[in-house]
């Protein structure tokens, strides 16, 4: 099955500076790449995706990469805010039945935002 | 949370009881699916459903089964709760699309067996 790997665990950065996580996945006909933020005790929400025809996709502050050939994508937040302290989910698609395929997540990673 | 009502909230049981905990949608989208999240893991598979009386398995199934009787309704069970089936769990839907649609989350169930 699919594996998805998520760096680093835990992200301290000083407010307004930027914030990188990142992501590897096994399955190479995975074609699907959503980001999730999770704050404490709600569910994770979509704050940004990627299908794997695009390599770069923007929306305001976060920005994500994805390289298909090395497998790996990234989620980038620039000018970060308290706000944006939270915990985030990659996540990349994988077949789970006859021609079905559902997200496999990373284990995500914790996002403080000094001020 | 996307008209997602996940129910109950929190719940504390015993070891080798069952539990049903309920996912109830009004958006109408035909996907629905169980995760449970547990820390160091992220959010893992359990059951996922393509539509009425369709459902099928995730990557972590074992000790849970599914019923979706109705489109907006799709229960998981716990036959008999072990200490290791301690977790949050997420009920998430998506459009006709399935996975290339937008998930939405639930706001989760807090289940501790003891």
């Known amino acids: 099955g699919e594996n998805v790997e998520q760096h680093p665990s835990t992200l301290s950065v000083q407010e307004g500076d930027s914030a990188v996580i990142k992501c590897t996945y096994s399955d190479s006909a995975s074609n699907y790449f959503p980001w999730y933020k999770q704050e404490l005790g709600k569910g994770p929400q979509l704050i940004i995706d990627?299908?794997?025809?695009?390599g770069e996709k923007k929306d305001q502050r976060i920005a994500v990469t994805l390289n298909k050939t090395a497998k790996h994508f990234s989620l980038h937040i620039t000018e970060t805010q308290p706000e944006d302290s939270a915990v985030y989910f990659c996540?990349?698609?994988?077949?789970?039945?006859?021609?079905?395929?559902?997200?496999?997540f990373g284990s995500g990673t914790r996002l403080q935002v000094q001020p | 949370d996307a008209g997602i009502t996940q129910s109950p909230r929190h719940k504390v049981t015993e070891t080798g009881t069952p539990v049903t905990l309920r996912c109830h949608q009004t958006?109408?989208?035909?996907?629905m699916y169980w995760y449970r999240q547990d820390p160091g893991h992220g959010l893992r598979l359990i059951h996922y459903?393509?539509?009425?009386?369709?459902?099928d398995k995730g990557e972590v199934s074992d000790g849970y089964s599914v019923s979706r009787s109705k489109t907006e309704d799709f229960l998981l069970t716990l036959e008999s709760a072990t200490s290791s089936q301690t977790s949050v769990y997420f009920c998430?839907?998506?459009?006709?699309?399935?996975?290339?649609?937008?998930?939405?989350f639930g706001s989760g169930t807090q289940l501790s067996v003891l």
């Open positions: 459903s393509y539509g009425v009386k369709d459902t």
């Open positions: 998430a839907i998506s459009g006709a699309g399935g996975l290339n649609e937008k998930l939405f």
């Open positions: 990627i299908r794997s025809n695009v």
């Open positions: 958006e109408n989208h035909r996907y």
């Open positions: 996540a990349a698609s994988n077949r789970v039945g006859a021609g079905r395929r559902a997200l496999t």
